[in-house]
């Protein structure tokens, strides 16, 4: 399957890119078509006023969406082809005409850590809230961990801005431990007993956050799995 959404997720388009590229505007954003080496289809690009991208293959032939390309169940020659055109296309203007949009430091970090150290990449599974994620474990699917941003005053009626946060299981008696130092909060949308919300503002050391997670992904795993050591 083509992986649009890690293309375009957390980028924003740049409207002189999309245009230098080819785009033509729209009312409600920017349109492309490309022909692609099977001549009987085109690419249908869409970026919207939210800068949400959308593509469609069209067939010529009949002018309908050929709809195969999305399908998990669809394979052979052909349609591989077509997907890696189609692929190609889509990332080089993800390059050419998206930027991104300004994710702290210190969440890079952390979401670059959690795929180093286990194996395991932010799944972006809500349409209405882009930025959060949740990680999972790769063999019993169980969260050990849900990334967000949201309006800081949420956690705190004293802070303004958007903050990245990440919600972590962790030991009811640490819980309340952990409530009284900066850069902890009661669990954002999850179990406040079990869960416990962490900022990625730079507030906490990177060890400290990544002894949570490690925690966390004990604390979901099967009791007989062990922590799978950081890759050298």
Not at 97 to 109: I, K, L, T, W
Not at 116 to 145: C, D, I, M
Not at 178 to 184: D, E, K, N, R
Request: proline residues 5%; aromatic residues 10%.
């Amino acid at each position: 399957m083509i992986e649009e959404e890690a293309l375009f997720h957390l980028k924003k388009p740049v409207p002189e890119r999309l245009i230098a590229y080819g785009f033509q505007t729209k009312e409600a954003g920017f349109t492309l078509k490309l022909p692609l080496k099977e001549e009987q289809f085109q690419l249908q690009v869409e970026v919207d006023a939210s800068g949400m991208l959308f593509y469609a293959v069209i067939d010529e032939v009949t002018g309908e969406e050929y709809t195969l390309i999305h399908s998990v169940h669809a394979q052979g020659n052909f349609i591989a082809k077509l997907r890696q055109e189609v692929s190609r296309k889509l990332k080089e203007i993800a390059s050419a005409c998206f930027a991104a949009d300004g994710r702290p430091a210190q969440a890079s970090r952390i979401i670059q850590s959690i795929e180093q150290n286990y194996g395991v990449r932010p799944e972006y599974l809500w349409e209405g809230s882009p930025a959060s994620a949740a990680l999972r474990h790769q063999e019993t699917l169980k969260w050990f961990g849900v990334l967000m941003r949201l309006d800081y005053r949420k956690l705190d009626p004293r802070k303004q801005g958007q903050v990245e946060i990440l919600v972590l299981k962790a030991l009811p008696e640490q819980i309340a431990e952990q409530l009284g130092h900066p850069g902890f909060y009661r669990a954002f949308h999850m179990n406040k007993k079990h869960w416990i919300t962490v900022v990625l503002d730079g507030t906490l050391e990177d060890e400290t956050i990544q002894e949570g997670i490690s925690q966390s992904f004990a604390l979901t795993a099967k009791a007989e799995s062990k922590r799978p050591q950081p890759k050298e």
